[in-house]
């Protein structure tokens, strides 16, 4: 968990669903993952890892801190997750990037997000990391919990600290690398500063 000062003492922890050991994961048809907390990895390759375990955590992580999920799609579907992710990151790595049949509608060859809507499909947007973390209290009202107006952690419209935005964005970069091999593992993850305070 982040450091207690940038957080309440009411805190909801949910079931996150899905734990096997990592030397005998389950089928990609049995994965319990949601997809948007899924790595790329296991979407495109259906492998699981400690790493892939990084990106999810990145992504719980973000959601616990802005009271909305990072990446977030009304029927859970693999196209919009995917756009999300390719709009905060850019550019999928090669073989994915290549095997996504639906990228073209909304990206050109370099990544970048289209000009205008095809086939009636909205289109991406340059979202950086840096941003998100710089909106969060800024669409409470809009991104209240299951439509309540409660807040999850904090008073609506609570921006993130400058102090804290930084750590914070260090630690999901790292978190959230294209590359399995380039994340964080858990033992930096649990020396980041974000983490420690």
Known sequence: ????????????????????PFDSPPKSEDFGIPIIYRAPETIFESRLS??????????VLFEIRAGYPLFASVMGGRNDILMQMVQMKGKLPEP????????????????????EETDGTSTAL?????????????????????????????????????????????????????????????AQMLRHPWITG
Do not use: Q
Request: hydrophobic share 40%; aromatic share 10%; proline share 6%.
């Open 1 to 20: 968990m982040p450091n207690a000062k940038y957080l309440t003492h009411d805190v909801l922890l949910v079931d996150f669903g899905e734990a096997f």
């Open 50 to 59: 400690p790493a892939s375990e990084a990106w999810s955590l990145g992504c």
């Open 96 to 115: 994915w990037w290549g095997s996504w049949e639906k990228r073209s509608t909304y990206f050109d060859d370099n990544g970048k997000p289209l000009d």
């Open 126 to 186: 340059d979202c950086s990391l840096e941003r998100m973390i710089a909106d969060i209290g800024t669409m409470d009202e809009e991104k209240a919990f299951l439509g309540s107006e409660v807040p999850i952690l904090e008073a609506k419209g609570t921006k993130v600290p400058p102090d804290e935005a930084e750590s914070m964005r260090d630690f999901l970069e790292g978190a959230l690398k294209w590359k399995p091999e380039e994340r964080l593992s858990v």
